[in-house]
């Protein structure tokens, strides 16, 4: 089970990571409500397993040749991934390629030091719990499960507290609900959390007054504060995100399964700053509706106290950005002898590194995490054909998550042509919306924001476009807090232009507040809703 308070038994990076704690349950997963039974998929992982698993020692580990002939005996639902040439992968043939968006640090052997105690350092996630991750997306992916993926925009050192973590996933449990309710699938709950530190910036340098300095990349690379102290880029900021990110999945962990997730407390997950509100109002009479149910199944002596009913499933995932820190936490599996990135359940390489012969794809080619590519409306069909048969050769589902992000209008003309290109080349890819990108302006005031109306209309458009190519609309990706911010303007409770700079506390982009995170899905669970009663109305109609 993903984020057991059991999986903090961690090993040293000289022996191989466990596939699951030993304390884990040993019975299988058991689905989200409404009970549906996972169907397994018969297919190779992209990532090539390593020579001898036995081996395990660093220097033995660095190669990790290619296996032909191990793909060619478990066959493949994928033409392109027969066609494709193997070729050799090791943690740090991506320094081979052009890496962009990397810090230049100005002490390298600095830099190095650090590296080697982040090698020393344990796993912040295990390989079996990407490897559930996966399974749930390839739910996703054939339209039987709804990916709920959200958080901050970059974590910061300065709002590192308990009640900052603890909002963001009531918010998202919230969100669940009120999703799973409309849709009645499970939902898949992933954060943008524990490491979403490092930002891409467009420019490298800052100017001010005539002052140039380097952009803020975010706090595990510099700080935000404009004097060239804290622009200096500093290799000492990674140790303290991971430390940060291993207290944050600890506290995750521990509201996931420790009885706060239970959903008996459904009634009682409400932000105090929603209660008056009418998105606080609908979750109300949504949770009173469920907590009927649940005084019903007790009634009928069905037991409310089954682990689906008392924790949740909860996994984290960040932009595959800083290339360092991210070889120094991937390890070798024992299990099945793929590496595993374990700085996160799931990575996602971003619009300005997925080059298809660039530094960020190479690593990620290499690694058997869940993947994500974020997709804008520059995005040529063949190309991004090009990038999953890379990512993905052997079309296992459940690895590549497509997060497109292009605003409305570019949304009903591009995406289409993207689906058809996939399903041509016979991709298997859980299709998402990121409807944040595509919506930044400038306000009056010169900060920047997302309205609520372009967000709300972006999702409209995927689903739309879905539901007009006859593809599965898989998941939405957001950037959103459990705090009451002022950030994005619009939603129910109307956040003004005149309002952004009363409560603007991002470090980066705007973020949706918690009024505005519910109001948007119970918008998203009227269409999951309305396809649910199509879907079923087509059965009836068929006599099945």
């Not at 991934?81 to 968006?101: C, E, Y």
Request: proline residues 6%; charged residues 20%; hydrophobic residues 35%.
């Amino acid at each position: 089970m993903a984020l057991t308070s059991s999986s903090s038994i961690i090993l040293p990076k000289s022996s191989f990571i466990q596939t699951h704690s030993t304390l884990l349950p040993s019975k299988p997963h058991q689905p989200s409500l409404p009970v549906r039974p996972i169907r397994p998929i018969v297919a190779v992982h992209a990532a090539e397993p390593a020579k001898n698993p036995a081996v395990s020692t660093k220097q033995q580990q660095k190669t990790v040749p290619a296996s032909p002939s191990t793909a060619a005996s478990n066959g493949s639902s994928s033409t392109a991934g027969r066609n494709a040439v193997p070729v050799k992968w090791s943690l740090d043939t991506w320094k081979s390629k052009k890496a962009l968006q990397l810090p230049e640090y100005p002490n390298k052997e600095d830099l190095d030091s650090v590296l080697r105690t982040l090698d020393s350092f344990p796993p912040i996630v295990f390989a079996g719990e990407a490897r559930s991750l996966e399974e749930r997306l390839a739910e996703a992916s054939m339209g039987n499960a709804f990916l709920l993926q959200g958080g901050d925009c970059a974590e910061s050192f300065k709002e590192f507290n308990a009640n900052n973590i603890r909002d963001t996933f009531r918010i998202l449990l919230q969100m669940g609900v009120v999703l799973m309710f409309g849709g009645q699938m499970p939902v898949i709950k992933v954060g943008r959390m524990a490491g979403q530190f490092a930002k891409p910036r467009s420019d490298p340098f800052e100017e001010k007054d005539g002052v140039k300095l380097p952009s803020y990349r975010g706090d595990n690379v510099n700080g935000d504060t404009f004097d060239s102290k804290s622009r200096t880029p500093d290799p000492e900021r990674l140790i303290r995100a991971y430390c940060q990110s291993a207290a944050t999945l600890n506290l995750l962990r521990a509201f996931a399964t420790g009885g706060y997730a239970a959903m008996q407390r459904v009634t009682q997950w409400n932000l105090d700053f929603t209660e008056h509100s009418e998105q606080g109002d609908r979750y109300r009479e949504l949770a009173n509706r469920v907590d009927e149910a649940l005084g019903f199944m007790t009634a009928a002596g069905l037991t409310v106290d089954h682990p689906i009913m008392t924790t949740t499933e909860f996994w984290t995932s960040h932009e595959c950005l800083l290339l360092p820190y991210e070889q120094s936490l991937t390890r070798l599996d024992s299990t099945s002898g793929l590496y595993y990135d374990c700085s996160a359940h799931m990575l996602w390489v971003g619009e300005r590194t997925r080059q298809l012969d660039g530094a960020h794809i190479e690593f990620l080619r290499g690694v058997a995490n869940p993947l994500g590519i974020k997709v804008s409306d520059k995005m040529d069909p063949n190309e991004l054909v090009k990038l999953i048969e890379i990512l993905n050769p052997q079309n296992k589902a459940g690895r590549i998550t497509v997060i497109t992000r292009m605003g409305a209008e570019n949304m009903r003309v591009k995406l289409p042509h993207l689906i058809r290109a996939v399903r041509r080349a016979g991709q298997i890819v859980t299709w998402v919306s990121d409807p944040m990108h595509g919506n930044t302006i400038k306000a009056p005031c010169g900060l920047k924001t997302r309205p609520f109306d372009a967000i709300r209309a972006e999702v409209r458009a995927f689903f739309d476009v879905h539901d007009q190519e006859g593809s599965h609309p898989g998941g939405v990706h957001l950037e959103m807090t459990g705090q009451n911010v002022t950030e994005c303007i619009g939603g129910s409770r109307t956040v003004t232009f005149d309002d952004l700079s009363s409560r603007y506390h991002t470090h980066c982009d705007p973020r949706l507040n918690a009024s505005q995170s519910l109001e948007l899905a119970f918008i998203i669970a009227e269409r999951l809703r309305r396809r649910r009663i199509k879907s079923q109305l087509s059965v009836t109609s068929l006599g099945l």
